[in-house]
């Protein structure tokens, strides 16, 4: 397992070695001065080359990269003064002449707008989304498994149709036109009697109470993001029900008259659940991908929300610090997921 561990973190750094590299070409290509931006239109030349050198925008590209790629590394070596030791925040390990070799948090710069750190931004924001993506998988999983189990166990009854006609449903439904109209039907036309918002972060301001949870606003947004992973999961289920329920052993397991929803739960269900982990580890990294415009839908304050934010304003690295966040976040579920499997089926080895 070790070994198999270790090849896919290897294949996992290849990729975001990909990843960093790709954005920061294309951000690098796009119109616009950086130090222009930081400091608005009305800043001096003294104060722009300031800026400039600061993030290493008076050098070559190839060297710009070296520098964005010591900047994201947790090993890196920087001047040891005082002002890059407040920058960084790192732990020295070991001391050269002029430089040291440090340990750190990777370090995603500034917001353009803000002046603010990009780490500081994500910490705010991505916990929210988080909460929303974990809630909306959560939600999608266990209604899903429960209706494909269900439409398998029921094959061509009502219950089969009415859940393959729901299931069709959320997969055709785009999250953005889905979020509007609930959003509009729950919040709105129904909001006297359901008590939710059309719109609403986890964290509402109360001025006399400050930042108050408001569990209620999570629920449309919740809904909304996950009905598509949901109508997955259900044909996924059923798909799969169906083909264990076929097999000899569950036919020996009724021969020997153990109960309807032993066969069904204990038996069947566990060795069903293959496709099933691996649409729902694929789905909770896209979720965060695809909470982008459903939080913007529903005013949700979370990573989509600030990152969309950041495109109307050409805030590149809150940009960059959300996509390789993102791609991070899919290369670890990736590589968890196929542990999953041998705990989930004992006939799956990882070589």
């Keep these: 397992m070790w070994t198999y561990a270790l090849k896919k973190l290897m294949y996992g750094l290849a990729v975001m070695a990909g990843v960093i590299l790709i954005v920061f070409i294309l951000f690098n290509v796009l119109p616009g001065d950086p130090a222009r931006m930081t400091l608005g239109q009305r800043a001096d030349v003294q104060s ?17 990269f070296v ?6 590394s947790p090993l890196s070596f920087h001047e040891h003064t005082v002002a890059v030791q407040q920058k960084y ?15 750190k948090y990777p370090y995603l710069r500034r917001s353009y707008q803000t002046k603010r750190e990009v780490t500081t931004i994500l910490s705010e924001t991505v916990p929210n989304t988080f909460v929303l993506a974990f809630t909306a998988m959560l939600f999608a999983t266990l209604t899903g498994v429960l209706l494909g189990v269900l439409s398998a166990v029921h094959k061509n009854t009502w219950i089969d149709h009415a859940a393959n006609a729901f299931a069709i449903l959320g997969v055709s439904a785009p999250s953005f036109f889905a979020g509007i109209i609930i959003a509009w039907l729950f919040g709105f036309v129904l909001g006297p009697l359901t008590g939710l918002n059309m ?6 301001y109360d001025p006399f109470k400050g930042e108050v949870l ?6 449309l947004p919740m809904i909304t993001l996950g009905l598509r992973p949901l109508a997955i999961i259900v044909q ?8 264990v329920l076929a097999q ?10 153990l109960s309807r929803n032993s066969i069904i739960y204990k038996h069947a269900l566990r060795n069903a659940m293959n496709p099933v982990i691996t649409a729902i580890s694929s789905w909770f990294a896209s979720l965060l991908a695809g909470s982008f415009f459903v939080e913007y839908v529903f005013g949700y304050n ?12 050409s805030d590149f690295p809150v940009v960059m610090g959300a996509i390789i966040f993102i791609a991070f976040v899919f290369i670890v579920i990736n590589i968890l997921v196929d542990v999953l499997y041998s705990f989930a089926d004992p006939r799956v080895k990882l070589a």
């Excluded at 520098?67 to 994201?72: C, E, S």
């Excluded at 996924?236 to 083909?243: E, F, I, Q, V, Y």
């Excluded at 052993?249 to 021969?255: D, E």
């Design 48 to 64: 722009l080359e300031a800026v400039r050198k600061e993030f290493g925008l008076d050098r070559s590209k190839p060297v710009q």
């Design 67 to 72: 520098l964005f790629i010591n900047d994201l």
């Design 89 to 103: 925040h790192f732990v020295t390990l070991l001391t050269f002449s002029k430089n040291v070799l440090v340990l």
């Design 199 to 204: 719109s609403g972060s986890l964290y509402s």
């Design 214 to 219: 408001t569990l209620k606003n999570l629920i």
């Design 236 to 243: 996924l289920t059923r798909s799969a029900m169906l083909d």
């Design 248 to 257: 000899d052993y569950i036919r020996t397991a009724r021969a020997k008259g």
């Design 302 to 313: 979370g990573l989509g929300r600030a990152t969309v934010k950041a495109l109307e304003m």
